[in-house]
């Protein structure tokens, strides 16, 4: 199993800030890389897929890259609804697998 | 609008079953994989069905392999999750995703898919 882990636990910022989160692979997965973002409460929601492009509907302010085992998903200047957890999800090889999650709150 | 709408969960006792269900709308059914994942309570994601669309393909994780099935029916625009042999560490809120990006060769899944429409999700509680 491909195990999936994010960096840091918790980010602090304040809005307006930069925000850079990291999700390294155990193994090669290439590009088969996604991100979502899920509030209290609510279902996870799709913003990046295939490591780099963004689902439907999400501001350019995501964005996402890397490869093969180190991957980021960066948000160039956070708003107040960006206030959340993230967590990337490899889809390369079966099982697919999630990180642990990175928290974004407020600063 | 793409929806999915999961139903079932509930309390159940250690060592019991339970069938999720979930009714899609929206969307093109048969041309789309289902998923279910989970999360226990303050926890992650965890993955643990993909069934393709013409069910050809499933697989499972680990910790649910030999205990729940993965099957849907075209028909009625639904994707279930019979869950047996239930333990307290299944105790989480279970969504039902849809897939995108997976690729079907013969029979087999070569791939995973991304998730890009999940539902509200049902909980499950096991407990005595």
């Known amino acids: 199993e491909i195990v999936m882990t994010q960096s840091p636990a918790t980010l602090s910022v304040s809005p307006g800030e930069r925000a850079t989160l990291s999700c390294g692979a155990s193994?090669?997965?290439?590009?088969?890389l996604a991100w979502y973002q899920q509030k209290p409460g609510q279902a996870p929601r799709l913003l990046i897929y295939?490591?780099?492009t963004r689902a439907t509907g999400i501001p350019a302010r995501f964005s996402g890259g890397g490869s093969e085992t180190e991957f980021t998903l960066t948000i160039s200047s956070l708003q107040s609804e960006d206030f959340a957890v993230y967590y990337c999800?490899?889809?390369?090889?079966?099982?697919?697998?999630f990180g642990q999650g990175t928290k974004v709150e407020i600063k | 609008e793409v929806q999915l709408v999961e139903s079932g969960g509930g309390l159940v006792q250690p060592g019991g079953s339970l069938r999720l269900s979930c009714a899609a709308s929206?969307?093109?059914?048969?041309?789309?994989?289902l998923n279910w994942v989970r999360q226990a309570p303050g926890k992650g994601l965890e993955w643990l069905s993909y069934?393709?669309?013409?069910?050809?393909?499933?697989y499972y994780a680990d910790s649910v392999k030999g205990r729940f099935t993965i099957s849907r029916d075209n028909a009625k625009n639904s994707v279930y999750l019979q869950m047996n042999s239930l333990r307290d560490e299944d105790t989480a809120v279970y969504y039902c995703?849809?897939?995108?990006?997976?690729?079907?060769?013969?029979?087999?899944?070569?791939?995973?898919?991304?998730?890009?429409?999940w539902g509200q999700g049902t909980l499950v509680t096991v407990s005595s």
């Open positions: 995703a849809r897939g995108e990006g997976d690729i079907v060769v013969l029979v087999a899944a070569i791939r995973g898919n991304w998730f890009d429409s």
């Open positions: 929206g969307f093109t059914f048969i041309s789309y994989s």
């Open positions: 069934i393709s669309p013409s069910s050809s393909s499933i």
């Open positions: 193994q090669s997965v290439s590009s088969y």
């Open positions: 295939g490591a780099s």
């Open positions: 999800q490899q889809y390369n090889k079966w099982p697919q697998t």
